[in-house]
């Protein structure tokens, strides 16, 4: 089949790899229609190549349908159309049993001491072959995959993987009391969706990016928004617009963006050439310029208020502002979304003619399979109005 492999800094390729088959009685094969590239590729695009091998299929945002189910599946059957939730979580041991589905104790990567397994993301996270390819297997088939009605276009519902659960998980860490208010920095998909979930459970949104089209979008679905490209102390803007305290809750859909700074850049090209273990902490170097997001968050928030961090942060020892953050009284919630946990309360809002959230507003670039290398550049570079890309493997 094809797939997309990592091969090094900003270089993937579409290639021919063999196809996944049954290995596990707990395991599914499934046809894919649909993945999508998420900002979280662009960390494996950019910055981690001390835990990619070359040749690894990236992707983790991925629907399709049934082709084959092992012995013990038996929620869905051949045929079904579903999607795959990035996190792989067994959905009956203790972790899983208390919602936190990013920390299953059965796919937990405990030789790297780690949470749940993710489709495509380094061997931190267990090397698992990602959905950016014409098939997956699925693992912990019988627990993970969302069953989804025929009809509608994928659109619809392949952000059930990532986007959707992500941000609204984001928006229910950032703890905003009613009718209050929550900046979100950071516009791409995932700030996107965080904006227009508080938005339609009541919230006053302000959102912050310094991408014309990516503001213009949150425009577009009534957010207030600050261009950080005009505006020297964006903090300072925020709580302007908040009465001069700051807003209740801020949302970090930013993460590390190490892509630009020179530290950074030097740091990259330094630990790319070491072993994993002494690359991890010396990555670390350059998280004075890749936390400037999260800054700006502890900087913004109101007194007492919350930081909900979405965004993927990677370094193990980054410098955070402890003083200011104690003073403050902030609160900070963060991790990865436990994709099945939110999938119920969003399942309802995706299958509403009047889709309250605009998933069909949100795809950017529906692209062949072929093309994701271009799919990963236009998303990594912001260009061509790229917000959020798909890929399609059989167009
Ligand atoms: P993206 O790269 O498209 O979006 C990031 C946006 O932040 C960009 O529009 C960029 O212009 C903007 N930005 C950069 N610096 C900024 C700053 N200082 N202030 C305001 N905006 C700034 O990516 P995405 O797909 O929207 O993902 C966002 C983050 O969420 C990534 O870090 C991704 O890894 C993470 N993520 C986390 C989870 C999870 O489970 N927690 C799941 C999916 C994605
Ligand atoms: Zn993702």
Same mark, same amino acid.
């Given at each position: 089949?094809?797939?997309?492999?990592?091969? &090094? =800094?900003?270089?993937?390729?579409?290639?021919? #790899?063999?196809?996944?088959?049954? =290995?596990? !009685?707990?395991?599914?094969?499934?046809?894919?229609?649909?993945?999508?590239?998420?900002?979280?590729?662009?960390?494996?695009?950019?910055?981690? *190549? !001390?835990?990619?091998?070359? $040749?690894?299929?990236?992707?983790?945002?991925?629907? *399709?349908?049934?082709?084959?189910?092992?012995?013990?599946?038996?929620?869905?059957?051949? %045929?079904?159309?579903?999607?795959?939730?990035?996190?792989?979580?067994?959905?009956?041991?203790?972790?899983?049993?208390?919602?936190? @589905?990013?920390?299953?104790?059965?796919? +937990? #990567?405990?030789?790297?001491?780690?949470?749940?397994?993710?489709? &495509?993301?380094?061997?931190?996270? *267990?090397?698992?072959?990602?959905? +950016?390819?014409?098939?997956?297997?699925?693992?912990?088939?019988?627990?993970?995959?969302?069953?989804?009605?025929?009809?509608?276009?994928?659109?619809?519902?392949?952000?059930?993987?990532?986007?959707?659960?992500?941000?609204?998980?984001?928006?229910?860490?950032?703890?905003?009391?009613?009718? *209050?208010?929550?900046?979100? @920095?950071?516009?791409?998909?995932?700030?996107?969706?965080?904006?227009?979930?508080?938005?339609?459970?009541?919230?006053?949104?302000?959102?912050?990016? %310094?991408?014309?089209?990516?503001?213009?979008?949150? /425009?577009?679905?009534?957010? /207030?928004?600050?261009?950080?490209?005009?505006?020297?102390?964006?903090? &300072?803007?925020?709580?302007?617009?908040?009465?001069? /305290?700051?807003?209740?809750?801020?949302?970090?859909?930013?993460?590390?963006?190490?892509?630009?700074?020179?530290?950074?850049?030097?740091? +990259?090209?330094?630990? &790319?050439?070491?072993?994993?273990?002494?690359?991890?902490?010396?990555?670390?170097?350059?998280?004075?310029?890749?936390?400037?997001?999260?800054?700006?968050?502890?900087?913004?928030? /109101?007194?007492? %208020?919350?930081?909900?961090?979405?965004?993927?942060?990677? $370094?193990?020892?980054? !410098?955070?502002?402890?003083?200011?953050?104690?003073?403050?009284?902030?609160?900070?919630?963060?991790?990865?979304?436990?994709?099945?946990?939110?999938?119920?309360?969003?399942?309802?809002?995706?299958?509403?003619?009047?889709?309250?959230?605009?998933?069909?507003?949100?795809?950017?670039?529906?692209?062949?399979?072929?093309?994701?290398?271009?799919?990963?550049?236009?998303?990594?570079?912001?260009?061509?109005?790229?917000?959020?890309?798909?890929?399609?493997?059989?167009?």
């Amino acid at each position: 089949m094809k797939a997309v492999t990592w091969h &090094g =800094k900003r270089d993937i390729r579409v290639e021919e #790899v063999s196809d996944p088959f049954i =290995k596990e !009685p707990t395991d599914a094969v499934i046809r894919v229609t649909t993945t999508a590239i998420c900002g979280s590729d662009l960390h494996l695009y950019e910055l981690m *190549g !001390p835990f990619l091998n070359e $040749g690894d299929i990236l992707g983790h945002e991925t629907m *399709g349908v049934v082709e084959e189910v092992g012995a013990d599946v038996a929620h869905i059957e051949p %045929g079904d159309r579903v999607v795959i939730p990035f996190n792989i979580s067994c959905g009956h041991c203790d972790m899983c049993g208390r919602g936190l @589905f990013a920390q299953c104790d059965t796919t +937990q #990567v405990r030789d790297r001491g780690m949470g749940a397994a993710l489709f &495509g993301y380094t061997s931190l996270y *267990g090397a698992v072959p990602g959905g +950016q390819a014409e098939y997956l297997r699925v693992p912990q088939a019988q627990f993970g995959p969302i069953k989804v009605p025929d009809g509608p276009p994928d659109e619809r519902f392949v952000y059930l993987s990532d986007v959707l659960p992500t941000a609204w998980q984001a928006v229910r860490y950032a703890d905003i009391p009613d009718v *209050g208010t929550v900046a979100v @920095f950071g516009l791409g998909p995932i700030g996107q969706m965080c904006a227009r979930i508080a938005k339609h459970l009541g919230h006053w949104v302000v959102g912050i990016d %310094g991408v014309p089209e990516r503001l213009e979008m949150a /425009r577009r679905h009534g957010v /207030r928004v600050v261009d950080a490209s005009e505006v020297d102390d964006v903090p &300072g803007a925020v709580r302007e617009l908040t009465g001069g /305290r700051g807003p209740d809750s801020v949302i970090d859909a930013v993460g590390m963006e190490a892509h630009g700074s020179p530290v950074a850049k030097i740091t +990259q090209t330094i630990t &790319g050439l070491l072993p994993d273990m002494i690359a991890a902490p010396l990555m670390t170097t350059a998280g004075v310029d890749r936390m400037a997001a999260l800054h700006q968050c502890i900087d913004t928030v /109101r007194r007492g %208020g919350t930081i909900s961090i979405s965004g993927v942060y990677g $370094g193990m020892a980054d !410098p955070m502002p402890m003083l200011r953050m104690f003073d403050k009284g902030v609160t900070l919630r963060m991790g990865q979304a436990h994709v099945r946990r939110w999938t119920n309360d969003l399942l309802p809002l995706v299958v509403d003619e009047s889709d309250p959230l605009g998933v069909m507003d949100l795809a950017t670039h529906r692209l062949p399979l072929e093309q994701a290398p271009h799919g990963y550049e236009i998303f990594q570079k912001k260009q061509d109005g790229a917000i959020k890309v798909l890929l399609d493997p059989a167009p």
